[in-house]
């Protein structure tokens, strides 16, 4: 029992992780109906902005993570919105899609030449000690990786159904031209969300990093779970990201300790299968209809 | 109140206006009416800055709001209420409703209205904390005239609002707009039951080809066997 929670436990704080990279997916989404497939690498890269600003800039832990948020929503918030999203956008979601692809690799390959292959040591942003819950020895870090994952979700989603602004971010995601209609500033609402997923992933950055070390190819594990977790949870709904960013995580870490480590890859893989075969939609998404 | 004066416009450079002019009087119901394709939606939508416009002016009150954006739209009194379904459909009632004045800096204003417009809705009071998907789509054309009204507009554009609707529910929509003229707003509507559109106006307007072809009183052109050619689909003939 101790070990089934000590398990437990370890694969929500990693599920946590990955629920903020899925909810970036499920954002974008929601603003530009496309898919980001660079997301993996938005996680990877700003845990090297703050590597950049701890070896170069010698700036201490604290304020590099200031540094690295800002220059990740800068980088990867605004500049792709204003150099890829919008130039790609009126010719369709596919080139989009394949343009993320390739800034997926740009932004590898990029980070690679210039930081090398080597996986860099990452500060770790919280003690390295254990507790003692009911005979179960439990990872500070990973409990506290939990508690500010799950109080990041709960922010963002105050934020987009308690205020003025969020609400306006739904309408233009929902109803686009209604929201236009309304008066609404679309164009600001769908540049807040590219914001905001910039910094979501640079969050998440910061808490797996730790854990994963810093490496150029982060992005590729990563952005996998993260599109499965979309998909698994419901790519249209925070909460649906939420979810299946937690099983994905618990049961990685339940297969692996109870089953075998051999096939844990292939887990969020079946389990997108049979997701997808049984509820398109996903555990707590929504059909959407769509003209053609 | 509202004039628009050899208007051209459309879609990129695909031209649909070809010459629109009228001039609709202040606290009057007017009626859009002419075939398919003719440029009635259009117009509403090059009015309320969702279109190109070429060439050609949009007049309100004397003041010239051509190619004002839909928030200033907006902020000059005008309000448009597109034909189908325009929730959002996640949002409750009252967050949608909340949305008609999301342009307003004045929100205590906004609350209060929100209040008294679904005094004039009471359906919209007992679902207010539904989705607005939930709606039947008689509710959600409610929702759309109630959210058009929270800024208390003088211009309505209003477009195909009985689409969809039962006879008693259009009949319901067509007593709004009766008393929001009495009240001293102005309201341009597209209707495809024509007949019965016109009869509750005070004025009709024929487009065919994106150009005015007939702009007089509504019952002139109910009595008009040129206008009830056209109803079954024929074109009117010149002179």
């Known amino acids: 029992m101790s070990q089934f929670l000590q398990v437990l436990l370890s694969g929500l704080s990693t599920g946590s992780i990955y629920a903020l990279a899925a909810i970036g997916f499920t954002l974008v989404w929601q603003a530009a109906q496309t898919v980001n497939f660079a997301q993996g690498e938005f996680v990877m890269l700003p845990a090297f902005f703050v590597l950049i600003g701890i070896h170069w800039l010698h700036m201490p832990l604290w304020l590099a993570l200031i540094f690295g948020l800002i220059v990740a929503v800068i980088v990867l918030g605004l500049l792709f919105k204003k150099l890829i999203v919008e130039p790609m956008l009126p010719n369709g979601g596919l080139p989009l899609i394949i ?24 500060p770790s942003l919280f003690p390295q000690t254990t507790l003692h819950m009911d005979g179960a020895v439990v990872s500070v870090q990973d409990l506290l990786n939990l508690v500010v994952s799950l109080t990041i979700v709960v922010a963002l989603t105050l934020f987009l159904n308690r205020t003025r602004t969020g609400r306006c971010m739904q309408a233009t995601a929902q109803n686009p031209a209604v929201a236009e209609i309304l008066g609404v500033n679309t164009k600001r609402m769908v540049l807040y969300t590219f914001l905001i997923n910039a910094a979501l992933a640079a969050l998440a950055s910061f808490l797996i990093s730790p854990v994963y070390l810093a490496k150029f190819s982060n992005g590729e594990t990563l952005g996998l779970v993260a599109f499965i977790a979309a998909i698994v949870g419901g790519f249209n709904q925070i909460r649906g990201a939420l979810a299946g960013g937690l099983l994905i995580g618990v049961l990685d870490n339940l297969t692996a300790t109870y089953v075998t480590t051999e096939y844990r890859a292939a887990l969020p893989l079946v389990l997108l299968i049979v997701i997808i075969l049984w509820r398109p939609q996903g555990l707590l998404g929504t059909s959407e209809g769509r003209k053609v | 109140m509202l004039e628009l004066k050899d208007l051209h416009g459309g879609y990129g450079k695909i031209t649909i206006l070809n010459g629109v002019n009228f001039v609709i009087p ?28 070429h060439s050609g002016q949009v007049l309100l009150d004397g003041q010239d709001v051509t190619r004002a954006s839909p928030a200033q739209m907006i902020g000059h009194g005008v309000t448009y209420v597109p034909q189908g379904r325009n929730v959002i459909p996640q949002l ?30 009471p359906m919209l009071r007992q679902r207010r904390n539904q989705k607005a998907i939930e709606l039947s789509g008689g509710q959600q054309k409610q929702l759309e005239i109630a959210r058009a009204l929270l800024l208390d507009p003088r211009l309505i554009l209003i477009d195909e609002p009985s689409i969809g609707l039962s006879p008693n529910l259009v009949q319901e929509v067509f007593a709004t707009l009766i008393r929001l003229r009495d009240q001293g707003v102005t309201v341009l509507m597209v209707e495809q039951n024509a007949k019965a559109a016109l009869a509750m106006s005070d004025y009709g307007l024929v487009l065919e080809l994106g150009q005015t072809r007939m702009h007089d009183r509504a019952e002139t052109l109910l009595a008009d066997p040129r206008v009830g050619h056209l109803f079954l689909g024929g074109h009117i003939e010149e002179g």
Do not use: C
């Open chain 1, 99 to 122: 343009a993320t692809m390739a800034l997926s690799i740009l932004l590898k390959e990029g980070t690679k030449q210039f930081y090398g292959a080597e996986a860099q040591p990452y």
């Open chain 2, 26 to 53: 202040k606290a009057s119901i007017t009626t859009v009416i002419g075939p398919n394709g003719a440029g009635k939606s259009t117009v509403f939508k090059a009015i309320f800055g969702l279109l190109n416009i």
């Open chain 2, 92 to 121: 409750s009632v009252w967050h949608n409703l909340e949305l008609g004045g999301i342009t307003s800096p004045d929100q205590a204003r906004v609350r209060a209205r929100m209040e008294e417009v679904m005094d004039q809705f």
